[in-house]
């Protein structure tokens, strides 16, 4: 099947730095990929769909200038959090649609980024 | 509002069978999915339905019925590896995915 690779897997940083988590499509081309937050037994929460070469569309509560998104290619998007605080800390997850599948196509996930903040 | 409903946990014996439930309200449907997530994994795609009845894939089987926003996952000859969180999600009328969240299925030998 497709796979789809997230890195990094683990990241710690202080308070106030900012932090890429990078989300590939390694052998097929996803026009739309989404990220996801996760905190602990809760449910997966759509943060933004990114769309290869327009803006990112941010899901109601998400802050725009916070979550940076980029999708600059078809099997790349990345997303940074900018200045970083202790109640950002959670499982980040990517997943990528294929291309062929179209609007109800199988989701593909990335393995997860988590993400401490000191 | 949209909402999804599901068992927060269950638990089974390895080699029985378990069903889990997921009643859904959303605006609109185009697709109930169903994932299994191992602890600090990412979910990995079990099923997808959209049309009503059964599908099976091998030990896991889905069910839907769109007349009663509902459906099932059935794991047949349970197995240890089968713990895990199993999450379903619909697809609304936006080709947004709604997530329930999570039936932490417990094994027991």
């Known amino acids: 099947g497709a796979v789809v690779s997230q890195h990094p897997s683990w990241v710690i940083c202080k308070s106030g730095t900012s932090v890429k988590i990078e989300c590939r499509s390694l052998?097929?081309?996803?026009?739309?990929m989404f990220w996801y937050r996760q905190f602990p037994k809760q449910s997966l929460m759509l943060m933004a769909t990114?769309?290869?070469?327009?803006?990112?569309?941010?899901e109601q509560g998400v802050e725009k200038d916070k979550f940076l998104i980029n999708h600059a290619s078809l099997t790349l998007s990345t997303l940074t959090v900018t200045s970083a605080h202790p109640e950002d800390s959670s499982f980040y997850i990517c997943?990528?649609?294929?291309?062929?599948?179209?609007?109800?196509?199988?989701?593909?996930f990335g393995e997860g980024s988590r993400l401490t903040v000191l | 509002g949209q909402n999804i409903d599901q068992p927060t946990e269950m638990t089974a014996t390895e080699g029985a069978i378990v069903q889990i439930n997921c009643t859904y309200q959303?605006?609109?449907?185009?697709?109930l999915f169903w994932y299994q997530q191992h602890a600090g994994e990412a979910p990995t795609f079990l099923s997808y339905?959209?049309l009503d009845g059964l599908e099976e894939k091998g030990r896991f089987s889905s069910f839907l019925s769109r007349s009663k926003g509902y459906s099932y996952l059935l794991l047949k000859e349970l197995q240890m590896k089968d713990s895990a969180s199993y999450l379903c999600?619909?697809?609304?009328?936006?080709?947004?995915?709604?997530w329930g969240a999570g039936t932490k299925l417990i094994i027991k030998p």
């Open positions: 997943s990528a649609r294929h291309q062929a599948g179209g609007d109800t196509g199988e989701l593909f």
């Open positions: 052998d097929f081309q996803a026009t739309t």
């Open positions: 990114s769309n290869e070469g327009s803006k990112a569309t941010y």
């Open positions: 959303t605006s609109g449907f185009n697709g």
């Open positions: 339905n959209v």
């Open positions: 999600a619909v697809m609304d009328s936006n080709y947004q995915l709604i």
